[in-house]
């Protein structure tokens, strides 16, 4: 009896060759085979062209079915090794994936590079304007003292060159004349020490003032590095993992990701506009010029006793000598006969301190 190897071919089927298929490219490579066998058992049709009186040829056909060969062994070709299969599969897969990392890592690595790029560039751009608000602060408390110590100066000046004609009008000349201009020395000596006073304290608040907002600046960026750190960390462990999981997934926009913190930007504005709004301390010149009274020194000229004490005591006072002190020095005069007592309170009268 024939061997049915259709037969054989769907047992070998229903004993679980079929169950076994793990994949579509697999079962079709199974339903191949059947075919195969299917052609064997029964033979390939050939065409073999003949005449015919009434077309001009015909085709016949034949059979090359063997009933018994020897050697033919079916469940031969149905064998499949779907582990290999598998493994293939998984290699596949762990090749895209491996694709997919490389590709990921190498934006990330390029997105990192352009955003601590910027942040760098912000930082240096912060640090460059906080230097030109510190300069020109500083320009602007040195012109404000040069300009009250020239003020002292002129002041000391004219009022030199307005006493000493006042003085030699009234008369006094050697040691009271010294005695007056080194009291204006003096003045002029403590206006100019208290203008640069004001001056250095300036110059030291406003140094603090920089050195405050430029180590806010470098912080506000040392900040925003760590946080760039870790979007970088976060995007790095998602590639390893899908990579490690064998998906092959592509970052759409790592760079959407590795942005600039809005609140980083916020923060290098503020030290640059704290700084900015710096002003120091006026400065002023203490020592006030004293004009010369045209009606005091003519009036001392003519040598009466009342003009010359009258004017001494308004110099005295215009001095800052303490309004006891002058009330002291008139009743001086007035115990060594220079003055007579009703003389005395016209003088005070006149000063407003009777």
């Not at 290699?91 to 760098?120: F, P, T």
């Not at 006094?172 to 009291?183: K, L, R």
């Not at 045209?294 to 309004?323: F, H, I, R, V």
Request: glycine fraction near 6%; hydrophobic fraction near 30%.
């Amino acid at each position: 009896m024939a061997r049915d190897y259709v037969a054989e071919a769907q047992a070998a089927r229903n004993a679980g060759i079929a169950q076994s298929v793990k994949t579509t490219k697999a079962k079709k490579l199974y339903e191949d085979q059947v075919k195969a066998a299917h052609q064997v058992a029964y033979g390939r049709t050939t065409s073999t062209p003949t005449k015919s009186s009434s077309s001009g040829t015909k085709t016949t056909t034949s059979s090359n079915y063997d009933p018994e060969p020897e050697t033919y062994a079916p469940q031969d070709d149905y064998y499949i090794d779907y582990e290999a299969l598998e493994r293939e599969r998984l290699a596949r897969l762990q090749a895209a994936a491996d694709e997919a990392y490389n590709r990921n890592m190498a934006r990330i690595a390029d997105a990192y590079n352009s955003a601590s790029g910027n942040l760098k560039s912000n930082y240096n751009s912060t640090v460059d304007r906080l230097n030109v608000a510190r300069n020109s602060s500083l320009n602007d408390v040195n012109t404000d003292a040069e300009k009250s110590l020239r003020e002292a100066y002129i002041n000391n000046m004219l009022t030199k060159k307005n006493l000493n004609q006042r003085l030699s009008a009234m008369g006094y000349n050697g040691g009271a004349t010294e005695t007056t201009m080194g009291s204006l020395e003096n003045q002029y000596g403590s206006s100019r020490a208290g203008i640069n006073e004001v001056l250095n304290k300036n110059i030291a608040n406003l140094n603090q003032s920089y050195g405050d907002n430029l180590a806010g600046a470098l912080q506000s960026y040392n900040s925003a590095m760590t946080n760039l750190d870790l979007q970088r960390m976060q995007l790095e462990n998602a590639a390893e993992n899908a990579r490690n999981n064998m998906q092959a997934e592509y970052m759409s926009s790592p760079n959407g990701m590795l942005t600039m913190d809005q609140n980083y930007v916020n923060a290098l504005k503020n030290v640059v506009a704290r700084q900015s709004a710096y002003t120091g301390t006026p400065t002023q010149a203490t020592n006030n010029f004293v004009a010369g009274n045209a009606q005091q020194a003519q009036s001392a000229a003519q040598g009466t006793n009342y003009a010359k004490y009258l004017a001494q005591a308004q110099l005295a006072a215009q001095n800052g000598t303490p309004t006891s002190q002058i009330q002291q020095n008139l009743f001086n005069e007035v115990s060594r006969g220079n003055l007579g007592i009703d003389t005395l309170y016209d003088i005070l009268g006149q000063l407003g301190i009777g």
